[in-house]
């Protein structure tokens, strides 16, 4: 048996990081063919030496023609270059692990070839969602753990018999917290999630809850389910990754440890299963599991991304990028927390949306949105 070949775009994250991990567990089922990073070129240079990777590609032009590649070649740089390496046709399966509104030209590109689209990329389908869907929706795999989880339960399922969604979300580190207790959030304080380990963006979008929200946008898209179907709901202890509800009110739940290399490792797998790369959960000993409503008046960022998909259009992309924008103003220490979701909120308020049928389309308006929330923030 033929072993995956697989590319992995964001090898140096979080999810790119773990997935080397789950293909180094298994490196008689996986082959890594490609990698491609933003910035961290050290890291990548590591990881191409360690796994005997020749096909490179650095996001940032700069960086790229300061480094190369183990073999003395050049490493190609640029947005371009990424795209170049997901649609080249030389991996099984690519895993978009990349960071932002950016994966979605290397979405694209990934599922103009041959290969499935292993997405961990959510804003590829938030900003783009109506091009990838019309592209194949059958070659894309959720690599979102509670995407993964709905994926999970659907196998075997008709869609027409789904009736509800319900997304889990832990609530973050202020899940209880009042609004003013908000005002004077560190940096620090947003970072400490106390569940899971992610990138310092996706953080952030966790402690707003506007990850929450963007993942209704993606489930929305990956499902085909109305927003009036998709429900939210907290649950702290994160075990629960998410549930479908079905016409005759039977409910299916996905249930594992909380360790992103469980869903990273069945996207590889799909629909085979490995073996486990974590400890197995003992509910002898798990405890209670809790479930509780979102607060809209503390997590703001929620109704937003509702409000955004049912919009539709070019709506969820500007929301995306309003809030790329002002994450990246609070992490720098520029603005406070609570201002993410008041410049999400204005830029949506002002933008006249338009149909997102095009790369360009949708493009325009999340340069336009960028704008916008930058000239809000100074």
Same mark, same amino acid.
């Given at each position: 048996m033929s072993r995956l070949r697989v590319a992995i775009l964001g090898s140096t994250g979080s999810i790119g990081r773990q997935a080397l991990e789950v293909a180094d567990r298994h490196p008689d089922k996986v082959e890594i063919v490609a990698l491609a990073a933003n910035t961290q070129a050290e890291l990548l240079l590591e990881q191409a030496a360690r796994f005997g990777i020749k096909r490179l590609a650095l996001g940032d032009e700069t960086t790229a023609r300061a480094f190369a590649a183990p073999d003395g070649s050049p490493i190609p740089g640029g947005r371009s270059a990424i795209e170049t390496l997901a649609g080249e046709g030389s991996a099984d399966l690519v895993l978009n692990a990349l960071v932002g509104a950016a994966g979605l030209r290397a979405s694209i590109a990934t599922l103009r070839s041959d290969a499935r689209l292993a997405l961990a990329n959510k804003e590829s389908l938030v900003a783009g969602g109506e091009i990838l869907t019309s592209m194949g929706l059958d070659r894309i795999i959720p690599v979102d753990s509670e995407h993964s989880a709905i994926y999970q339960c659907l196998i075997g399922e008709r869609p027409a018999t789904v009736s509800r969604i319900w997304l889990t979300a832990s609530g973050g580190p202020f899940r209880g917290a009042d609004p003013a207790r908000l005002k004077g959030v560190t940096v620090g304080e947003a970072l400490a999630h106390p569940r899971w380990t992610m990138g310092p963006k996706?953080? @952030? %979008? /966790?402690?707003?809850?506007m990850n929450k929200g963007l993942e209704v946008i993606e489930a929305h898209h990956l499902f085909d389910v109305g927003y009036d179907d998709i429900d939210v709901v907290v649950h702290p202890q994160s075990c629960v990754h998410s549930m479908v509800e079905?016409? %005759? !009110? /039977? +409910?299916?739940?996905?249930?594992g440890a909380t360790d992103m290399r469980i869903p990273i490792q069945f996207a590889f797998s799909c629909p085979d299963r490995w073996n486990t790369p974590t400890p197995a959960v003992n509910f002898? &000993? @798990?405890? /209670?599991l809790d479930f509780e409503p979102p607060d809209p008046t &503390?997590? $703001?960022?929620? %109704?937003?991304?509702?409000?955004? !998909? $049912?919009? *539709? *259009? &070019?709506?969820?992309? +500007?929301?995306?990028?309003?809030?790329?924008?002002? +994450?990246?103003?609070f992490l720098a220490g520029q603005t406070e927390f609570n201002t993410i979701p008041a410049i999400v909120e204005r830029v949506m308020e002002v933008h006249l949306p338009d149909r997102a049928d095009s790369i360009e389309t949708v493009e325009t308006a999340d340069a336009w949105a960028r704008q916008e929330a930058a000239s809000l923030l100074r």
């Open positions: 996706i953080t @952030i %979008d /966790s402690a707003t809850m079905f016409a %005759d !009110g /039977s +409910v299916k739940a996905h249930l002898l &000993t @798990i405890g /209670s &503390t997590f $703001r960022c929620l %109704d937003l991304a509702f409000a955004a !998909g $049912r919009t *539709g *259009g &070019t709506m969820p992309a +500007v929301l995306n990028a309003a809030n790329e924008i002002a +994450v990246a103003a």
